[in-house]
């Protein structure tokens, strides 16, 4: 067959903001900035530079990596690609990562090795995920993709078997994922830096680090273009899987590329992180009597462990879990580049008899996060520690929130649960639109604490904003429930609830119309008399005297009514004789304290609901002419009356918000309102 289309000098890789790009264009032009692609081909291609650049020029120890430049390092690699050109034809007599032999078994459609494409009888719902021909370029790339990211299934025919008396693998087999992906999905994370070139710089490892994480015995190996494996278990195979070439470059499927087609088996099968291997961007935890792994969650990105990663820097010793790239990576950073990132990725998958595909709620995940160098130290891991922390209570806080909000109503645990989930989400995603703002506002600054304070504020309106849209409160039963469990952001903020109430002011109509009843009615017992007749329909024209000589329009509903209402109320209440000034408890309170179980009683609880049941002025002034009275037969403290004719004066214009107040009142919440821009 001839040799065609070479990896050196086509066009193939993705990169950010430039398309694609050849191997070579990789090591000679600085302007490229990062690997672009799904976030696992992210790290299989990275992979696959990172076994070059070790190839090439893989340093003693940290003093010899200390001498090496980005530039020297990209030299070497272009003169030793030029020297090992014809081992990288995609297709030919010895084709790249390929072996002729597998040309035996069963095609395979391409379709069956690439996540959301729809295979054998599964349903076509959309065009994605739809099979269509591949083009050499995208087939090169799914090549290096497979090396490291294969699915776990029947895709592979395994009744080839290479290595004479192999038993790992036999016909009707399914081949075990990929040991960069495992089940359900492995985390990998790396340092960048802000140029290509120089992430394969930072991340290049040493021969001593290599040795020190004792999880590569074979030591760097060798590539395996230059020592290609003929078997499952020829001694090839067996030094790919005990070295960190071998974790680079895992060969777990031996393939090859047709036209429209291809042959595939498994390849090496390699051990994975329970028995102390693992990929040098997986994070695993060794200090339990059983390995962990951090895994892919498409519900907690990865931003979200930020502190348990910046914990590693300077760290000496081998507790909690550790990954052996950003190790690296963190301690070299500090005195070689200005700013950085911290990327993390890969993708989530289910696994069922056997078979790992994509399904509802899996999906790939990635994250990145830029730091400045001379801000890393103890006081920037304490506030974003911090600051993580506090998020953290403050989802669950808000979980805890709608949880109780549905099992009040009675909801199915099933669909709580959905909502809680929903609420989260959707909460931790408007936090992440500003989580680079917050990692910055955590340096050490003068200025920073006031920018935290700023990005709380609007955290919490996250929160709130998220509790909203989960928790309906259309009906009175919805409001009340609303009203008793809606998220009290005050520990969150640390400061004094902000409070929605209609500002007070000394020359207001309120405080003049309240204070005028309050003396009349002492001075006057004949108008206070007629005030309080005027609580009946029939007998109101009783106070149009005084309302008129107040200035009231009698032909104004929404006039009218709050002040009639309010002055029967103070004219026939027991706890308002003799009082000199209005009272401080609010409606909502009053009710509340006016029953032995307070919130908790069913009495007082259908009480709330009547009053915010009614959807007009009308409605409200008749539900208050039997509510007041009864609040002050039982409650001694007197009611804010400047505050209730406030709000009934607001009613008809925002009867909800005025309604919220009311429930928040009686289940003793803090009154906030959101900003709603951010919906």
Not at 196 to 215: C, P, R
Not at 285 to 297: F, I, S, Y
Not at 339 to 346: N, V
Not at 629 to 648: A, E, F, K, N
């Amino acid at each position: 067959m001839k040799n065609r289309f070479n990896l050196l000098h086509e066009k193939w890789i993705p990169v950010d903001n430039h398309g694609l790009v050849s191997l070579r264009d990789i090591f000679s032009r600085f302007e490229l900035r990062a690997i672009g692609g799904t976030p696992i081909q992210k790290v299989a291609i990275f992979k696959l530079l990172q076994a070059i650049t070790q190839s090439v020029c893989t340093p003693a120890d940290e003093a010899e990596w200390s001498t090496l430049d980005a530039k020297t390092l990209a030299n070497r690699c272009l003169s030793y690609l030029d020297e090992r050109e014809s081992a990288f034809y995609l297709y030919g007599e010895d084709p790249f990562l390929q072996l002729t032999v597998v040309a035996t078994t069963m095609p395979k459609s391409y379709g069956c090795v690439i996540p959301h494409v729809s295979n054998g009888n599964t349903t076509v719902l959309t065009q994605i995920q739809q099979g269509r021909p591949l083009g050499d370029a995208e087939k090169a790339l799914l090549l290096v993709t497979l090396m490291s990211f294969a699915f776990a299934g029947k895709q592979c025919d395994n009744s080839l078997v290479l290595s004479v008396g192999y038993m790992g693998k036999g016909k009707g087999s399914s081949a075990p994922p990929g040991p960069a992906l495992a089940d359900p999905g492995l985390l990998h994370s790396m340092i960048l830096a802000d140029a290509l070139l120089n992430t394969l710089h930072i991340n290049l490892l040493t021969h001593e680090q290599i040795k020190a994480s004792k999880m590569y015995s074979s030591g760097l190996g060798v590539a395996p273009w230059e020592r290609m494996p003929v078997g499952e278990d020829c001694p090839a195979a067996r030094d790919l899987k005990n070295s960190l070439m071998g974790r680079l470059v895992p060969m777990c499927r031996f393939l090859l590329l047709q036209q429209d087609h291809l042959n595939i088996t498994e390849g090496l099968k390699h051990p994975g992180y329970q028995d102390g291997r693992a990929d040098p961007t997986v994070s695993v935890d060794h200090t339990g009597d059983n390995p962990r792994a951090k895994w892919v969650d498409p519900e907690r990105r990865p931003w979200r462990q930020l502190s348990s990663i910046l914990a590693l820097f300077g760290e000496t010793s081998s507790t909690g879990f550790q990954c052996l790239q950003l190790k690296t990576g963190l301690n070299r950073v500090r005195r070689t580049l200005p700013s950085f990132a911290i990327w993390a990725g890969g993708i989530r998958l289910k696994i069922k008899f056997g078979e790992q595909y994509v399904q509802a709620g899996n999906d790939y995940v990635e994250s990145i996060v830029w730091l400045h160098s001379t801000a890393l130290g103890e006081v920037m891991f304490t506030a974003v520690k911090t600051e993580l922390d506090d998020l953290e209570q403050l989802s669950r806080t808000l979980a805890g929130r709608v949880i109780g909000y549905h099992e009040t109503l009675s909801v199915h645990k099933k669909a709580a649960s959905e909502r809680t989930n929903t609420a989260e989400s959707m909460f931790w995603q408007m936090v992440e639109r500003d989580f680079q703002a917050l990692v910055y506002a955590c340096e050490p600054d003068t200025d920073s604490q006031v920018e935290r304070m700023k990005l709380r504020r609007k955290f919490a309106n996250h929160a709130l904003l998220a509790f909203d849209a989960t928790c309906a409160k259309s009906s009175a039963r919805q409001m009340t429930a609303w009203a008793k469990f809606r998220i009290n952001i005050k520990p969150y903020l640390g400061i004094r609830a902000m409070q929605t109430t209609v500002p007070k002011h000394s020359s207001s109509f309120a405080e003049r119309f309240v204070g005028a009843v309050i003396s009349k009615c002492e001075t006057d017992t004949g108008t206070a008399a007629k005030l309080r007749r005027a609580i009946r329909p029939s007998q109101e024209h009783q106070a149009w005297d005084f309302l008129v000589r107040f200035g009231v329009d009698l032909e104004d509903d929404y006039a009218r009514i709050p002040a009639l209402t309010v002055a029967a109320a103070i004219a026939g209440s027991r706890t308002m004789r003799g009082a000199k000034k209005n009272g401080e408890m609010k409606l909502g309170k009053a009710l509340a304290k006016s029953f032995d179980d307070g919130a908790n009683c069913k009495g007082a609880i259908a009480r709330l609901r009547r009053l915010v049941a009614c959807d007009t002025l009308a409605e409200v002034s008749t539900n208050l002419r039997y509510l007041l009275p009864l609040i002050d037969s039982r409650c001694d403290q007197r009611l804010d009356y400047v505050r209730l004719m406030h709000q009934l004066h607001d009613f008809p214009s925002n009867p909800q918000q005025i309604k919220r107040q009311w429930a928040m009142e009686f289940y003793g919440q803090p009154i906030y309102e959101t900003t709603g821009e951010d919906l």
